[in-house]
Every structure is written in C-alpha cells, then in structure tokens.
C-alpha cells in the first residue's frame, strides 16, 4: 500500500480512538499525538508532534516519564494510575499502558495509551461523599426497644426475641416486610447492647453498585484502582459498635462471599489492601422477604445464610397482629395532632372498622402516614371520621376485592363476599352518605339501606 494512504489510515484510527496515543521515536520525540491525548493534556498536537518529550513538559520529571522509562529498559508498563494537573490547570487522572517498539531486538521508541478517568473518579468521590454525609446524619441513639408499641402476642414475642438478641454479641437476621421496623429493631439492639456507647452504622445494600459499595465497607488504599486513596471502610468506622446491613441480598454473591469471609474471620482487608485489620463489630443484617426463598432462588448464598441465620428475628406484618392497629394509631394520632398543633379526641368507630379491614401492605409505615395523612385532612378538630382518609385508600380497597376469590368456595357465598365488599367500599368512598352510595352502586336508596344492615356495614 501507498506510504500516503496508510499514513491516511494511521490518522484516522488515532484521532477516533476514545483512548489518548501519544508515540515517541527512541530518542525522544514525539512521531504521533491523537486528538483524546490533546484533550487529557490540554495541549494541540502541532506543539507536540516532532519536539522532544522534556521539551513539551519542561517539568517532567525523567525517571517518572513512562515513555521514556519503557524505551531505556525496555519495559512494558501497564495500568500505570497517574494524577496531575494539565495544561489547561485541570486536575486529571488517567490509566496508562506503555508499550517499547521493538524490531528485531532493536528499540525504535514507545507508544503510550492513556485513557481518562477523572469522570469516574469524581463518581466514586461524590458518591463517597454523599454516603458518608448520611451516614453522619443517621441518629445513633434514636430507636429504643420502649418506643416499639404492640401488645399483640405475635409482637411481644419479636421483643422477647430481640432483647434476647441484645445481651449477645452474635449477629442477627431480621426478617420483615416493609415497614414492619427493621431498622427500629436493628436500632433498639444496638441501645439495649452493651456497645451502646459506640457507634451504629447503617447502609442500605440495595442503594449502591457493588464496586462502589465494597470499597465503601472495607474500606480503599491508595493506587487500589483510579483515583482511590486511603479511606476507612464502614467495619472499621463501627469498629467495637454496630453495622446495619439492610437488604443483604441485594449483594452479589462475589461481596455476599467476602463478607461472610470477615464475619468468620473477623478480620478486614482493604480493597487493594494486603494487610488484615481485626474488627470487632455486632453486625445486624436485614431482609424484606424470605431468606429461604431468596436462597432458592440464588439471590443470598447459602453459607452467608447460615452464618446470619444464628439469631432470627422475624418481625410480623401487621395483619397478622390486627390488635396492634388500634394502638399504633393512637400513637401516630397523638404524636401527628401535637406536630400539627391540633386536637384530635379519637377515632370514629366508621373510621376503626375501615382501619381494621384494612390490608396494611405497606404496614406500620403505611398506617402511620395514613394517620398523619387524615390528620392534615381534617378541617376541624374532633374524631378522626371515614371522610377524613385520603382516596388513595379507597383506592386500595378495590385493589383487595381482587385478591378475595378462593377457589374452594361455594359461589354464592363468594358473590355474597364479593357484594359485601363492594357495597362497603361505595359506602365508605361515599363517607357514609347512603343516597350517594347507591347512586354510585345504581341501586334504589332503599335496598342498599337494606343490604347495609344486612351484611352488618351499619
Ligand atoms: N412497632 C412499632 N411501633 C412504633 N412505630 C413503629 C413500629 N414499627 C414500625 N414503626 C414505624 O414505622 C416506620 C417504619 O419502620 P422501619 O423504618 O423500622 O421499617 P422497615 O422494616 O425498616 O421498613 P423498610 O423495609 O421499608 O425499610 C417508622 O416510622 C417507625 O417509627
Ligand atoms: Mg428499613
């Protein structure tokens, strides 16, 4: 091929590379400079091409310039983190590769692949940032075991459990819905622990990519991957406290592995590390469903699951315990009426039923904003009546006709279920006014006054 042509193809291959090329001779000066390596450098390839390599960086340090490095030893250097201020005064990191041109053992120079990673750096630094600002923010000493209400038999059983939890030093599994109180538990053990007085930690796994959490729970070196620097990891900041780790399976089983490492060897290595620190950390672990599901399914590791699974803690929905609804409620009623600087008396018994019918999907969270919700509804002080829920919870209702139907059923009763509910429903979204509530249903007044005494609805 014509020198003209393949020069051609050389210049077009270089200046559409997203990497930085820059190519000396073996003396020094540069033969070709692509247009990425003019942007990481903040210079233009006529100021570089045909100079002399101390020339265009007049305060390049010799023995740091891996092209020359890789011409005067023959050597390849690879992965080569470098951090430095450009031209432009930009502050840059790049990943470089440098390889010497060797022809029949003779050395004709160097080429040098830079790619740009400052992007990626300012990532992983905000996040970090960002994380250790809520970390810092999370109130240690908020939640005790006094705070979490039921009388139920089911949530009396759950404290038994987690004070138990509390006096040992092992790690524990919580099991619960959203919003049933993982971290209100989580929380409680760690005040009622006699590392009280240390930290508590908490992070979400399902929040972060994986590089970047495992960096933030071990902890980095320096040179470990760009950019990184020394940084303590979230072992070490809990060191002789407590770590929460919600939603443990949303790890991968390549962390899930790690992990499980330094719970059975109680010691943590820094990514890009080579020492091992101890660690002395309660670890409380959390999960919104099944663990054994989730090992069927492959989503927590078995061996990780066996290693959490030594103290359990299995906190209830809260239709499973409809006796804790009515009390939760006169908790959230008092603390939402005292917020808002009102005078709630109570609860209409409309308004209990519609609560105690309810199918709390998102539990004590939803009942607790439900409550707040009805509370700023409220045009004037008094009971809590039906009219005060907002629509979204009619809007529910409906939802759970869907999920009534058992197939083991006689049909008329299930109709009969069906009509119920229905006729409930209209009534409640009619906030009890019964000429509306037919309306709706395309009923006469009168037998709808019929049918709601007759399924008990007034
Ligand atoms: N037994 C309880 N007594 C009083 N308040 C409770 C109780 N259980 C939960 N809450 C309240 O409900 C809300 C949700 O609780 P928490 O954040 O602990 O739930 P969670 O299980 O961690 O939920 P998620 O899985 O969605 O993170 C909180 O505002 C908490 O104060
Ligand atoms: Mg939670």
């Known amino acids: 091929m014509e020198n003209r042509i393949q020069n051609k193809i050389m210049s077009i291959l270089l ?11 073996q003396k020094g000066y540069t033969l070709a400079y692509n247009r990425a390596m003019e942007r990481i450098e903040g210079l233009i390839s006529d100021e570089v091409v045909g100079k002399h390599i101390s020339e265009i960086f007049p305060r390049l340090d010799h023995t740091r310039s891996t092209l020359l490095q890789a011409i005067e030893h023959n050597q390849v250097i690879e992965n080569y983190h470098q951090e430095y201020t450009n031209l432009r005064g930009e502050r840059i990191t790049t990943v470089n590769n440098t390889y010497p041109i060797m022809v029949n053992g003779v050395n004709y120079g160097a080429v040098e692949f830079s790619r740009n990673t400052t992007d990626e750096r ?26 979490i209400i039921g009388s139920s038999k089911l949530m009396q059983q759950a404290l038994r459990i987690a004070r138990r939890c509390a006096e040992t030093d092992a790690t524990v599994l ?13 929380q409680s053990i760690h005040n009622a622990s006699r590392r009280k007085h240390q930290r508590f930690i908490g992070i979400n796994c399902a929040a972060l990519p994986d590089s970047i959490l495992e960096s933030l729970l071990f902890g980095t070196v320096k040179g470990a991957f760009t950019g990184s620097v020394d940084r303590i990891g979230l072992f070490e900041q809990a060191d002789r406290g407590s770590l929460f780790l919600d939603e443990i399976n949303s790890l991968s089983a390549n962390l899930q592995a790690k992990l499980l490492r330094v719970l059975q060897e ?30 069927e399914q492959g989503t927590l590791r078995r061996d ?25 409620a006169e908790l959230f009623i008092e603390k939402y009426s005292r917020k808002a600087d009102r005078v709630i008396t109570g609860m209409s018994q409309d308004f209990r039923d519609a609560l105690k019918q309810h199918e709390f999907r998102g539990n004590v969270r939803e009942l607790e904003h439900l409550i707040e919700a009805a509370i700023h509804l409220k045009e004037n002080d008094g009971q809590l009546e039906l009219s005060d829920l907002p629509d979204h919870f009619y809007r529910n209702m409906d939802d759970q006709l ?28 009619e906030r009890g006014n019964v000429s509306n509530a037919a309306k709706r249903l395309g009923l006469p007044r009168q037998n709808l006054q019929y049918k709601l005494k007759k399924y008990d609805i007034i």
């Open 15 to 25: 200046d559409h590379m997203a990497e930085g090329v820059h190519v000396i001779d």
């Open 122 to 147: 300012d990532y992983t630094d905000q996040v970090h940032k960002l994380m250790e600002g809520e970390i810092n923010q999370t109130k240690p000493n908020y939640y005790t075991f006094d705070m």
């Open 174 to 186: 919580i099991v619960g819905q959203t919003g049933t109180g993982k971290e209100m538990f989580a």
């Open 266 to 295: 109680g010691f943590v290595r820094r990514v890009g590390g080579t020492k091992d620190q101890p660690i002395n950390v309660r670890m409380i672990a959390a999960t919104n469903q099944s663990p054994s599901e989730q090992v």
């Open 304 to 328: 990780l699951y066996y290693r959490l699974n030594v103290m359990r803690l299995d906190l209830p929905p809260l239709v499973q315990r409809p006796d804790d609804i009515m009390e939760l």
């Open 402 to 429: 869907l999920g009534l139907y058992r197939d083991d059923q006689p049909l008329t009763e299930y109709l009969a279920e069906i009509e119920r509910n229905l006729i409930q429903s209209a009534y409640f979204k």
